[in-house]
């Protein structure tokens, strides 16, 4: 019984730790070149980045590591934390290519990695949305993004200023289950290492269910 909360904390701590190295990799980058990479925004002043990630801005202190919520002064997740400073510490200056990409794609990624990111991030989209693609819309909607032309239903959020996701729904039928997909800008592969891309697709994917629940919860009201 006690093993998943041993996992758990072993794998914060594994987050804690990728944290704290990409943190000491910061220290030594040019932050105004980070911000050029990225698309974030920097104080100099106060040695502050202010990065979008999810449709909320988050705020980097590069003299001590901490990264927060701006609007609430929230502490980011470990997980967060590491994702954020993984983007900022690895993105190069590209443009967004214009082409889309699936994980399976992805050079070294899609074999490997491919049950794990299913699980993950395309699972629990078909789970949440299944028959609900207008709940799905608005939710896409709520996050900032922007309505697709995919699928049955398709949307783009961005996860950061630079690293726009594409989540696309297939609604199912008594013959054919319902299905999912997620597309990439080619970019994803300079700005982003493989194993964030999972993080970064999942996060999208459980922020766009939680961001459903008002709605959720009204439908059930109304029933």
Do not use: M
């Not at 990695?113 to 709940?135: A, C, D, H, N, W």
């Amino acid at each position: 019984r006690r093993k998943p909360v041993v996992f758990e904390f072993n794998l914060e701590k594994g987050y804690e730790e990728s944290y704290r190295i990409a943190f000491e990799k910061l220290k030594g980058k040019d932050k105004k070149q980070v911000c050029l990479n990225t698309g974030a925004v920097y104080d100099d002043r106060n040695e502050i980045i202010c990065i979008n990630y999810l449709n909320d801005e988050y705020l980097v202190n590069c003299l001590d590591g901490s990264v927060t919520l701006k609007a609430s002064g929230k502490s980011a997740t470990a997980t967060e934390r590491a994702l954020i400073l993984h983007h900022l510490v690895e993105a190069e200056d590209v443009p967004l290519s214009g082409r889309l990409i699936s994980f399976k794609e992805i050079p070294g990624a899609g074999t490997i990695y491919y049950q794990t990111y299913y699980k993950r991030s395309i699972l629990p989209l078909v789970k949440s949305f299944s028959g609900r693609l207008e709940v799905f819309l608005k939710s896409v909607e709520r996050l900032g993004g922007v309505k697709e032309s995919y699928g049955h239903a398709s949307g783009t959020v961005r996860i950061f200023p630079r690293v726009p996701v594409t989540y696309v729904l297939w609604d199912g039928d008594d013959e054919v289950a319902p299905s999912g997909t997620i597309l990439f800008d080619e970019s994803v592969t300079a700005l982003l290492p493989a194993e964030d891309i999972i993080v970064a697709a999942s996060f999208g994917a459980y922020r766009l269910v939680k961001v459903a629940q008002p709605e959720a919860d009204g439908q059930k009201t109304k029933g």
